[in-house]
């Protein structure tokens, strides 16, 4: 079974910030790992998907990079904002379209 | 629709009653999935949906957890005779499909179901 892990389990930030939310992942046969925000008492929101077959994704301040080898993603925010504060979810999706979630890394971005 | 609904978003079950959650996914997506989570945790994968068929219920804790999705479209999760340890946040997703690159999932908000 797919085992993720998501380093720091929390993190807190002043505004303006850049930081490193990091995943870990025991199998590295995954057909596609996606990043998640959730808000308090709310679903998963997707940032950003990564196709095996690709190294990263951008999508305005975020960036995510993907090393099956290593069995590691990072999700990288750049000049962190207070709205950027919540949990961050990474999952690997195995071939057999089951996702394994990470526990999450809640961030708080002070003001 | 516009996205995945899931409803109720709330509900408060007393232990041993049965309790239904219901799943529309967003239109034409073929793949559905229903997640658990419990209080700060990731979310668990229970089962998942190609159209009708329910291709995977590896995930569902026990017998009486039982999902369905008979038009392929809106999906039921049943739980008999709830108990205090199914307390937790249910999660719907769908996909537009189950192949590359079309298997982005897309999150319901969720169902927080309380036993007491």
């Known amino acids: 079974k797919q085992e993720v892990t998501q380093i720091p389990a929390a993190l807190s930030v002043p505004e303006g910030e850049n930081l490193v939310l990091n995943c870990s992942f025991t199998?590295?046969?995954?057909?596609?790992l996606q990043w998640f925000r959730q808000d308090p008492g709310k679903g998963l929101t997707s940032l950003l998907l990564?196709?095996?077959?690709?190294r990263e994704q951008t999508s305005g301040r975020l960036n995510a990079s993907l090393d099956k080898s290593s069995g590691r993603s990072t999700l990288y925010i750049a000049a962190s904002q207070p709205g950027d504060s919540a949990t961050y979810l990474c999952?690997?999706?195995?071939?057999?379209?089951?996702?394994?979630f990470g526990t999450g890394t809640s961030l708080t971005v002070i003001p | 629709g516009a996205g995945v609904s899931q409803s109720p978003r709330y509900k408060v079950a007393k232990r041993g009653q049965d309790v239904a959650l219901r799943c529309d996914p967003i239109?034409?997506?073929?793949?559905l999935f229903w997640y658990q989570q419990a209080l700060g945790q990731g979310p668990e994968f229970l089962t998942y949906?190609?159209?009708?068929?329910?291709?995977?219920k590896s995930g569902l804790p026990s017998d009486r957890f039982f999902a369905e999705r008979p038009e392929g479209s809106v999906s039921t999760l049943k739980i008999q005779r709830t108990q205090q340890e199914d307390s937790a946040v249910y999660l719907c997703?769908?996909?537009?499909?189950?192949?590359?690159?079309?298997?982005?999932?897309?999150f319901g908000p969720g169902t927080r179901l309380t036993v007491l």
């Open positions: 949906f190609q159209n009708e068929a329910q291709l995977d």
């Open positions: 199998d590295s046969a995954i057909y596609n």
């Open positions: 999952a690997g999706l195995n071939t057999g379209n089951q996702f394994y």
């Open positions: 990564i196709q095996s077959s690709q």
């Open positions: 239109s034409g997506h073929v793949s």
């Open positions: 997703a769908s996909s537009l499909s189950s192949g590359r690159p079309y298997n982005e999932q897309f």
